[in-house]
């Protein structure tokens, strides 16, 4: 939805099954994605309300959301109106 994704499929194991990403290039064959940055962590949680959320370099990058409508991007949390915990930023 965000452009960063390229495909996916799922791969179906005797476990739990396996999710393939393939990920977006350039036409230089540059990845889209330059920075991954985890938030919250398992010993630190963040919550921020939707007016807190970080505009990640200024509205180009993306944050996810885990909320209580599901994962979401900075940008559909703003829309709903709904803040929750913050998992990481990609630019």
């Known amino acids: 939805q965000e452009g960063y994704i390229l495909d996916y499929d799922r791969i ?3 476990k739990q099954g396996i999710i393939r990403i393939k990920l977006k290039y350039n036409q230089v064959g540059e990845s ?7 938030l ?3 010993g630190c949680r963040k919550y921020l ?3 807190k959320l970080p505009r990640v370099m200024a509205g ?3 944050a996810i959301v885990s909320t209580s409508k599901g994962v979401m991007s900075d940008k559909s949390c703003r829309e709903a109106n709904v803040g929750g915990e913050i998992l ?3 630019n």
């Open 12 to 14: 179906e194991d005797t």
């Open 32 to 38: 889209i994605i330059s920075d991954i940055k985890r």
């Open 40 to 42: 919250s962590k398992t």
């Open 49 to 51: 309300s939707v007016d």
């Open 60 to 62: 180009m990058g993306i």
């Open 88 to 90: 990481c930023t990609v």
